[in-house]
């Protein structure tokens, strides 16, 4: 195991930069996941961190060693490809043994690590197939053990799950968890789905357009956004987003949107804005904190049309139009309205955040 | 769609198959078995003379002798075909390797480029060599000329130019299906190996030349079929000194007018080629499984 540590990594490809200066520290043990959309840089990041992209600028460490100048395979870290890599013309067993032989690692513990960990993925009744004679989650499995034989010194993940089913996909996602907390090796985890970036991260990296826009535990990321784009990244259904004005209303604070509708911001937050108190700025609030109407001292009641309404069985999406804008809210089943009708929503005021419109910073 | 409709869209290709391949091939077969019309074509009776001939020759007082001569330039010619597919093999694969490493547009440039002996005439290309290898050619001008040899060298008409022209003429042929192998490996196979702690001889070794065998093997049977019957590379760089299988057939229907012998060498060839795709073909087989 190790630590790994980027300082001001960069990357170019032609006139291209697709990385721009990154700094990371991952801590020996640490699960931490890149992600963002397509195209943000989150896999190059990886392929770089694997040696299998250099860095235009920057230096890699892995374990307190620089391995800028070290190649792949001499950095003993195992990576897992989105297209598992297999080798068609290899058995299962032939596949997960490949390192080891390279490695000359011999024969009797070849054997016995595979047997370890085929028992631990359930490989054990396939390891004489060949990759085309498996289904897709018993391939991502083959591609894992693989890695896992090898124990490496940091596991490097790209999309590892991207290829299998939802269903697939939220039970390869727990396992891969398991297997974390039992072997607790250095984690990359690169991913475009939020929700494994969330379910999987001791800490999430959310990157875009080539740079870090936050590091943070997951909980931290989806409360306390630093940017418009991690609010609307981090979450499904995702932030809501209303322009709005601040204004001093005697001492207290209040948002206004655009059809007038005034928000009396919480007098905890005043302090907080008081600062920004006449500018034109964007308003947030998630799906959640838009409720059907609830005594709370936190919350505003507002009036709006119902546009459409999604149950879920648990709860009700709901989309109403709020001051020109449409907005998700997340209602008690028990209480849905019907299209067309007016609705009572009350808004949680204490999870509002607020935007600056020119830098997306959240205020 | 209906059993009458399918017959009708096979039909044609059927025709063309029957009329153009298996006619000829079982006229050949039959016409090894006839005796030889001295004025060309064949008459009765039936006999395997033409056989005999490979192996023995008909004295004055008709009794058999034994005579090397023929099955010697059969197997000469087998060893040449087989020493074309290695070569062709040894120079192709890494020609294939390189322009799948390249840029989609550079591909299609360089997969042009392998074409393109194709677009003039074989006999042309060939005659070509003979420019640059005879004593005043071009190849022992340069020699000459740098000082490096005062007599020229004996290029041309011999198993090595031969060799050259057939090599020269057939290698697009392995170009192309190891191309087609090679283009399709998925480039993380790649860098998984890397990864897995394997050098540039590892990848090779385990995983290209293992992914690109099937289509070394297609190669190695389009370079091995023709070669074996080819008679322009062997008629025009070894002069007609050295036979090979493809001229001595061309001259059992021309001067020789000894049509079951030229049938039966025919009938040879076909043999040796479709063993060697029946072993290929289980080879693949076994590759799949």
């Known amino acids: 195991m190790a630590d790994v540590e980027l300082r001001k990594i960069s990357k170019s490809f032609q006139n291209l930069k697709v990385v721009h200066d990154i700094d990371l520290e991952i801590a020996e043990g640490e699960f931490v996941v890149l992600v963002g959309p397509s195209g943000c840089g989150k896999s190059t990041t990886l392929r770089m961190v694997a040696g299998l992209d250099r860095p235009s600028g920057g230096e890699i460490h892995i374990g307190g060693r620089l391995v800028n100048d070290v190649q792949a395979r001499d950095r003993d870290i195992a990576m897992v490809f989105q297209s598992y890599a297999l080798y068609p013309q290899m058995t299962v067993a032939q596949n997960m043994a490949f390192g080891l032989r390279i490695r ?48 490496p010194k940091v596991f490097l993940f790209d999309e590892p799950l991207s290829n299998l089913d939802a269903k697939l996909r939220g039970k390869m996602r727990a396992e891969i968890k398991k297997l974390h907390q039992m072997v607790a090796t250095t984690t990359v985890y690169v991913t475009h789905d939020q929700v494994e970036a969330m379910t999987l991260a001791d800490r999430v990296v959310v990157m875009n357009k080539g740079r870090i826009e936050q590091i943070g535990p997951p909980n931290d990321l989806y409360h306390e956004p630093a940017s418009r784009f991690v609010a609307g990244f981090i979450g499904s259904p995702g932030m809501n987003f209303f322009k709005c004005r601040l204004e001093a209303r005697g001492d207290r604070l209040a948002v206004v949107l655009g059809d007038g509708t005034a928000l009396a911001v919480l007098a905890s937050r005043t302090a907080r804005y008081t600062g920004h108190a006449g500018r034109e700025l964007e308003f947030g609030l998630r799906p959640e904190h838009i409720t059907e109407q609830r005594e709370r001292p936190d919350s505003v009641d507002i009036k709006v049309p119902v546009e459409v309404v999604e ?53 | 769609m209906g059993p009458t409709r399918t017959w009708l869209l096979i039909a044609p290709a059927m025709l063309v198959i029957g009329i153009f391949m298996v006619l000829p091939l079982f006229l050949a077969v039959a016409y090894s078995f006839m005796t030889a019309n001295p004025y060309g074509g064949v008459t009765a009776p039936a006999t395997f003379d033409a056989y005999l001939q490979f192996l023995y020759q008909r004295d004055f007082d008709d009794s058999l002798v034994f005579s090397p001569s023929y099955a010697l330039i059969i197997l000469r010619s087998i060893y040449l075909a ?52 005879r004593d005043e050619g071009l190849a022992n001008g340069a020699l000459r000329h740098a000082g490096i040899i005062s007599d020229p060298l004996p290029l041309l008409y011999n ?43 590892a990848v090779f070794r385990r995983i290209v030349w293992p992914l690109a065998r099937p289509g070394a093997l297609a190669g190695a049977t389009l370079v091995f079929a023709p070669a074996l019957g080819s008679f322009l590379a062997p008629d025009l760089l070894g002069g007609g000194k050295k036979l090979l299988i493809g001229s001595l057939i061309q001259m059992q229907f021309t001067s020789s007018r000894n049509w079951p012998f030229g049938a039966a060498l025919s009938t040879v060839v076909t043999v040796v080629v479709l063993t060697v795709f029946v072993i290929r073909s289980r080879k693949a087989q076994e590759d799949l499984r």
């Not at chain 2, 070569?87 to 989609?104: E, K, M, N, S």
Request: glycine share 6%.
């Open chain 1, 104 to 151: 000359k690692v011999p024969d009797a513990e070849v054997t016995q690590r595979i047997a370890r960990v085929a028992d631990i993925l359930d490989l054990s009744e396939l390891l004489q197939r060949k990759p085309h004679q498996l289904s897709g989650g018993q391939r991502q499995r083959v591609a894992m053990g693989r890695a896992m034989v090898r124990q």
């Open chain 1, 311 to 363: 149950p879920m069985g648990m709860e009700t999406l709901l989309h109403v139009l709020v001051a020109g804008a449409e907005v998700t809210a997340r209602i008690d089943p028990a209480a849905t309205p019907k299209p067309g009708e007016m609705a009572t929503l009350s808004l949680g005021m204490a999870h509002m955040h607020l935007l600056d419109l020119e830098s997306g910073k959240v205020l």
């Open chain 2, 82 to 133: 087989i020493a074309t597919t290695i070569i062709c093999l040894v120079l192709g694969l890494p020609v294939a390797w390189y322009i799948v490493c390249q840029t989609p547009e550079r591909r299609r440039i360089l997969l042009f480029a392998v074409t393109l002996p194709f677009w003039i005439n074989t006999l042309i290309r060939t005659y070509c060599w003979i420019l640059i290898l």
């Open chain 2, 159 to 201: 198993d090595g130019s031969i060799l050259l022209g057939l090599v020269y003429t057939f290698l697009p042929f392995m170009v192309l299906p190891i191309y087609s192998t090679l283009e399709r490996i998925d480039p993380r196979l790649i860098e998984a190996a890397h990864d897995l702690y394997a050098g540039r001889a």
